[in-house]
């Protein structure tokens, strides 16, 4: 190593240097290197230099540079191999990927009211095809209940509604191809070929049909957002139908892939702690101050506004907390040239052309010293005062960034505020309706940590559960 760099953590397994160590336990291997090695260090990891930081305090700083250092480029390399079309960089499209970008404005603020209509339209035409019907318990596996509801759902809203009798079939079908998908996923990130991985290429090849333009066109009542790409992509005479229908297929793999786990994480803590349950409906009899008349009515459909949803302050709590727990997300960011990087007042490091910075939040959201007994589920840690708590300390000093589910900078998600809405408006609409039960003897499934690094992890197992639709109260 040369002056002014990190130490380097390397193993003397040729290329692979320590790949297999890190991919095993991520967290584990971070966490142990950080108490050697302190606030910043190098791995070498597949034949990449990745410098870690890992020190909270110090994101500020490293963050500040963001513009130093490169995540479209790459970003676009890894998408495009994963969900197969040109990369951006090859399309010779002036502009395009900067129209991609402010595409993302319609998925902010006063943009998504017209969605957040459409998604309690959508959530409650799906609840009545399976589950408004009047009964007794029904029991259900809860990963299941949630994908099977929140797939067709974001489906629905981001895309519309395909024209034709066979439309549920279909959704099925599509959803279970996503799943097959999704499980190869981290090997596609990875760079291992497409056409080795059995019948996956078969499966994208069919998103790729179905997302084409000719297709879509005939599909009514989607986002805004997707009309707007739909147009951006048929003002590109020199972009494949194909390539356009790869860029819809990743925006569902976007909006559906982390969205489905943190939404079970969300409902399973609420379900598992009736203090958390109380909680809720105390505060959305108080905040949304529904009328009898619009509480237990399966036949219609429940129209909350942002400004409702944006003062469930306990309800934001217990989604801020289930993130907190099964968030494990790696930032990478890509030196395009020799780059300083200041690590606070004092310090500073090299990293060199084609050598990576990262950061793993994981290690902040479960730092005993930020967040007090980090492995329990605390559903109101984020209210203070009935205000969002947003003071969290380590080593005596206010964190500026306490909670990183979202990325921040370059790569920060652009629909972290409709995947808010998305939780609350179903959190809502679950608990006017129906009555939970997670059945006993089941203790919290572990995370499933072969999908470390790449966002919200699923369970490793289901939960079962049971439900039942609620009975109005008397007059
Ligand atoms: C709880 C749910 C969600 C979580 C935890 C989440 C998390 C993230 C994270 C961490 C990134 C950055 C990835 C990176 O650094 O490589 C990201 C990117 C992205 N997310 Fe989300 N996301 C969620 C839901 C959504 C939804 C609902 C949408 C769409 C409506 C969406 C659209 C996107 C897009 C398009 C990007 C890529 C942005 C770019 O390349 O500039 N996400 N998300």
């Known amino acids: 190593r040369r002056a002014g760099e990190p130490p380097l953590i390397d193993s003397w397994i040729p290329f692979l240097g320590k790949a297999l160590e890190y991919r095993a336990d991520s967290r584990k291997f971070l966490e142990e290197n950080y108490r050697k090695h302190g606030d910043a260090f190098t791995v070498h990891l597949a034949g990449r230099y990745i410098t870690f930081v890992m020190n909270p305090l110090l994101y500020p700083y490293v963050i500040k540079q963001d513009s130093q250092l490169d995540f479209h480029e790459f970003s676009d390399q890894i998408s495009s191999f994963a969900f197969g079309y040109t990369p951006l960089s090859h399309c010779d499209i002036p502009g395009l990927e900067d129209e991609i970008q402010r595409g993302f404005q319609l998925l902010k603020g006063e943009n998504l009211d017209s969605t957040l209509e459409a998604v309690s339209a959508n959530l409650m035409q799906v609840l009545r095809q399976d589950h408004l019907g009047a009964g007794s318990w029904r029991t259900s596996n809860l990963y299941e209940f949630c994908d099977s509801i929140m797939f067709e759902t974001i489906a629905l809203t981001m895309f519309g509604k395909p024209p034709g009798a066979s439309y549920r079939g279909d959704i099925q079908a599509l959803r279970e191809d996503f799943h097959k998908f999704d499980d190869m996923f981290p090997l596609l990130v990875a760079r291992v070929p497409v056409r080795l991985l059995g019948k996956t290429k078969a499966i994208r090849d069919k998103f790729h049909k179905y997302f084409l333009p000719q297709r879509m066109k005939a599909w009514s009542n989607g986002m805004r957002f997707t009309q707007t790409r739909m147009e951006l992509f048929d003002g ?206 089941q203790s919290t499934p572990p995370l499933d940590t072969s999908r470390a690094g790449l966002g919200t992890l699923p369970p490793s197992s289901d939960i079962s559960f049971r439900y039942r639709l609620r009975t109005r109260p008397p007059h």
């Open 236 to 441: 590109c005479d020199s972009m494949k139908d194909t390539d356009k229908a790869a860029h819809h297929f990743a925006m569902m793999w976007a909006s559906v892939a982390n969205t489905i786990p943190a939404i079970f994480w969300n409902l399973y803590g609420v379900m598992s702690d009736p203090s958390a349950m109380a909680a809720i409906r105390e505060e959305m009899r108080d905040v949304l101050g529904l009328s009898e008349d619009q509480v237990n009515r399966p036949d219609t459909d429940l129209t909350l506004t942002r400004e409702q949803l944006d003062k469930l302050v306990c309800m934001e709590s217990t989604i801020s907390e289930s993130l907190r727990l099964s968030t494990s997300s790696v930032t990478l960011r890509l030196a395009t040239e020799d780059t300083k990087i200041q690590l606070d007042e004092r310090r500073w490091f090299n990293v060199r052309k084609g050598d990576m910075v990262a950061m793993f939040p994981q290690t902040l959201h479960m730092d005993p010293e930020v967040y007090g007994d980090p492995e329990t589920y605390k559903f109101d840690r984020f209210v203070k005062d009935g205000k969002k708590k947003t003071d969290f300390y380590k080593g005596g000093q206010k964190l500026k960034y306490f909670l990183l589910p979202f990325g921040y900078g370059s790569s920060r998600c652009p629909g972290q505020y409709m995947a808010t809405y998305l939780m609350k408006l179903l959190l809502c609409v679950l608990l006017l309706h129906f009555d939970f039960l997670v059945d006993p003897g």
